[in-house]
């Protein structure tokens, strides 16, 4: 089994649909992860000793998902040196921005890189370009990535400009 290099958490199952999709990112460039579900109210102890103790697993990046006061991403930043990175999830009653603003309002020394509500996808491509930073086939992967992604919209912006709006809008090839 290949060294784990991210971690995927988050306070509650219900959240696995949006965090699966930093798994699939992960999937996708072949990095090692693991994933796991904690609370940073309802299993505290569980979530201090996971924190404290990731970076002796080689853990180099822990992506965390919350939603509603979402302490769980700025509670592991507090116990780790590790790059932590926030996933709001989208509530239904504050639409997330609850949890938005409660992972992006960390205090001065207690950095939390967050994405976008239910942003997990991000989250991983961040991650993954963190690891890669000192890995260059993750590196490269990355690249490739991004490549695919200005190929995908250059060809999307050829067939607007020579089919126009009205006819584009309509063809469920693009």
Known sequence: ????LIAIIMGS????????????????????????????HRTPKRMYDYAKKAHERGIKVIIAGAGGSAHLPGMVASLTSLPVIGVPIKTKNLN??????????????IPVGTVAINGAKNAGILAASIVGSNHKKILNKIQRYKNK???????????????GFKKYLTDENH
Do not use: C, N, R
């Open 96 to 109: 997330g921005l609850d949890s938005l603003l409660s992972i992006v309002q960390m205090p001065p020394g």
């Open 13 to 40: 199952d219900s959240d696995l649909p949006i965090m699966s999709g930093a798994a699939k990112v992960l999937d996708d460039f072949k990095i090692p992860y693991e994933l796991t579900i904690m609370s940073a």
């Open 149 to 163: 992604l200005k190929k995908e919209v250059t060809q999307k912006a050829k067939t607007l400009e020579k089919s």
């Open 1 to 4: 089994m290949q060294k784990l």
